[in-house]
């Protein structure tokens, strides 16, 4: 009997073991976060006396961090408009329509991931020199465009392949060109892969560092990212460890509740199309 119980338990402490293990930085982050500066190498659970002034050194005026959210959704959120613009028409013509070499150019699309991202930085800079980008927000979207297209292309070929082809065939029945059976019928069935690849880009896009670091040398350019690796202290002479966590929960805590908000619709896209 205590050995079926502890087989029937076994599962459950698993699940439990690598919750444990994935949240516990982002609580060791937190805690930190609301340490005293004087206390930031305490190593106890919880801190013995509580504090803000982490998070109000995070917004003072010499850090720049209010600017540098701004600017980490700008290029976020142009990368995602722009991945899923580009992505969806590639994906769908990938998956819907007949032409030569099709499967070679998903597979060279797919390649491109293969690629080290850092092996990619000197040419980028050399080219974004030479074409006076530096220092600009199409310095940063359009590196991580090419890094988010391939898998926003591959997630949403597969996804529009599950999709039957008599809902076009039975839309242009009815009067619609191939264009507007798209925009009608396919589109909003492909909204759950739609909105998953978005968030996933998203976070991808808000959590780049190094692409940002090399193109931006100019302080009111900075993504949060960048910013929080330059921070320099509550006093401006101590070591930056409490601003750095409690920046760090500045920017997690957003893409922690857009994730938990939208749970549902992200699983549903992950998993459409498994079950015909």
């Not at 444990?20 to 004087?38: G, N, T």
């Not at 005026?61 to 600017?71: D, I, K, T």
């Not at 580009?86 to 797919?110: E, M, S």
């Not at 039957?164 to 759950?192: H, S, Y």
């Amino acid at each position: 009997m205590i050995a079926a119980r502890v087989r029937g338990l076994a599962p459950y402490a698993g699940v439990a073991a690598v919750v444990a293990f994935c949240l516990a930085p982002f609580y060791w982050m937190v805690i930190s976060a609301f340490r005293r500066p004087q206390d930031q190498f305490d190593n106890a659970i919880v801190p013995t006396r509580w504090s803000v002034e982490n998070f109000t050194a995070v917004f003072s005026g010499g850090n720049g961090f209010g600017r540098a959210l701004v600017n980490s959704l700008v290029v976020a959120g142009l990368t995602t408009v722009l991945t899923l613009v580009v992505g969806v028409f590639t994906a769908y013509a990938l998956a819907r329509l007949t032409f030569p070499f099709k499967n070679a150019v998903l597979g060279l699309i797919v390649a491109t991931t293969m690629f080290p991202g850092i092996s990619q930085l000197v040419p980028l800079l050399k080219l974004f020199t030479d074409i006076g980008w530096i220092n600009t927000y199409q310095a940063m979207v359009v590196p991580s465009l090419g890094f988010a297209l391939p898998l926003t292309v591959w997630l949403l070929t597969a996804f529009f392949r599950q999709l039957p082809f008599e809902l076009e065939q039975a839309a242009m029945v009815d009067g619609c060109t191939r264009g507007q059976a798209f925009r009608r019928v396919i589109v909003p069935l492909a909204a759950p892969g739609v909105f998953t690849t978005a968030i996933v880009t998203f976070i991808a896009a808000w959590n780049e560092f190094i692409i940002a670091l090399s193109v931006v040398n100019e302080k009111r350019m900075q993504t949060a990212t960048v910013a929080i690796s330059k921070f320099t202290g509550v006093s401006g002479f101590d070591q930056p460890f409490g601003t750095q966590m409690a920046a760090g929960v500045v920017v997690t805590v957003p893409l922690v509740v857009v994730v938990l908000v939208f749970q549902r619709r992200i699983v549903a896209g992950l998993t459409a199309g498994g079950i015909k």
